[in-house]
């Protein structure tokens, strides 16, 4: 199952995340780019580092139209999801005219767009629509996906030359998991000893930190405390991404 990203709705909390950070940065550079340049960029990496978490905030910011594809979608359905974000209350029965509406509501908005889990609209092979969109409009475009999404989308060599800038999303730091423990903690002090171990063990996914620390406070205060160090918390599990090895 994939993991799901925290949400994260306190700007206070949210800015000082490293990919939160980086997203932004990177939308605002597309959205201020020479008119003359491609309008798309790309923010990817493994599932749990936050990449929806940081898409949110960013739509929140340039009042983006963000779109999270389904892998059932087909390419009417991915058309008629965006025309809802959009608000638009007649979509068009057919795909070419769908697309239109999208296009002319993108054009005259001046509003980015967000394609989250765009690897499904790879793997359903309908990205020359969104490079139709994109050509058509201007729009910056951010485009949000796995790993692979480079290598998968070199099929398409006029979609993937179109990509003004690759921003990988990092894994979460200690500096991420100070901010996630501030803001999900505030009933039990955790140490920083324990959070270095938290963030060892959680190989760098933030949906992984928020769960570990989600486990140390509920256990720290089911025993009756609001302290716990990582001598206290000693070999009690915590998420490494495996199942429990079963017991003999």
Same mark, same amino acid.
């Given at each position: 199952?994939?993991?799901?990203?925290?949400?994260?709705?306190?700007?206070?909390?949210?800015?000082?995340?490293?990919?939160?950070?980086?997203?932004?940065?990177?939308?605002?550079?597309?959205?201020?780019?020479?008119?003359?340049?491609?309008?798309?960029?790309?923010?990817? +990496?493994?599932?749990? /580092?936050?990449?929806?978490?940081?898409?949110?905030?960013?739509?929140?910011?340039?009042?983006?139209?963000?779109?999270?594809?389904?892998?059932?979608?087909?390419?009417?359905?991915?058309?008629?999801?965006?025309?809802?974000?959009?608000?638009?209350?007649?979509?068009?029965?057919?795909?070419?005219? =769908?697309?239109?509406?999208?296009?002319?509501?993108?054009?005259?908005?001046?509003?980015?767009?967000?394609?989250?889990?765009?690897?499904?609209?790879?793997?359903?092979? /309908?990205?020359?629509?969104?490079?139709?969109?994109?050509?058509?409009? +201007?729009?910056?475009?951010?485009?949000?996906?796995?790993?692979?999404?480079?290598?998968?989308?070199?099929?398409? $060599?006029?979609?993937?030359?179109?990509? =003004?800038?690759?921003?990988?999303?990092?894994?979460?730091?200690?500096?991420?998991?100070?901010? =996630?423990?501030?803001?999900?903690?505030?009933?039990?002090?955790?140490?920083?000893?324990?959070?270095?171990?938290?963030?060892?063990?959680?190989?760098?996914?933030?949906?992984?930190?928020?769960?570990?620390?989600?486990?140390?406070?509920?256990?720290?205060?089911?025993?009756?405390?609001?302290?716990?160090?990582? $001598?206290?918390?000693?070999?009690?599990? =915590?998420?490494? +991404?495996?199942?429990?090895?079963?017991?003999?």
């Amino acid at each position: 199952m994939m993991q799901q990203s925290p949400k994260i709705n306190s700007h206070a909390t949210l800015a000082p995340l490293r990919n939160v950070s980086s997203c932004l940065i990177a939308m605002e550079s597309v959205v201020n780019r020479p008119s003359h340049l491609s309008g798309m960029i790309a923010f990817y +990496g493994p599932a749990g /580092y936050g990449k929806t978490t940081a898409a949110i905030f960013v739509a929140n910011e340039f009042r983006a139209y963000h779109v999270e594809v389904k892998s059932t979608w087909t390419q009417k359905a991915f058309l008629l999801n965006i025309c809802r974000e959009m608000g638009i209350q007649k979509p068009a029965k057919v795909i070419y005219e =769908l697309a239109e509406q999208v296009s002319e509501q993108l054009a005259s908005s001046g509003r980015p767009l967000i394609i989250d889990e765009f690897d499904h609209v790879i793997k359903k092979g /309908y990205v020359e629509l969104v490079r139709d969109l994109s050509d058509g409009t +201007g729009a910056p475009i951010l485009l949000i996906g796995e790993e692979q999404i480079d290598a998968n989308l070199q099929r398409w $060599e006029r979609f993937h030359r179109r990509i =003004l800038d690759w921003i990988p999303a990092q894994p979460a730091d200690m500096s991420d998991a100070e901010c =996630l423990r501030d803001l999900y903690c505030k009933s039990v002090q955790i140490a920083d000893d324990l959070l270095t171990k938290v963030v060892d063990v959680s190989n760098g996914s933030i949906s992984r930190i928020v769960s570990n620390l989600d486990r140390i406070q509920r256990n720290t205060l089911t025993q009756g405390n609001n302290t716990v160090n990582a $001598e206290q918390w000693g070999n009690q599990r =915590l998420d490494n +991404g495996r199942s429990p090895s079963r017991r003999g």
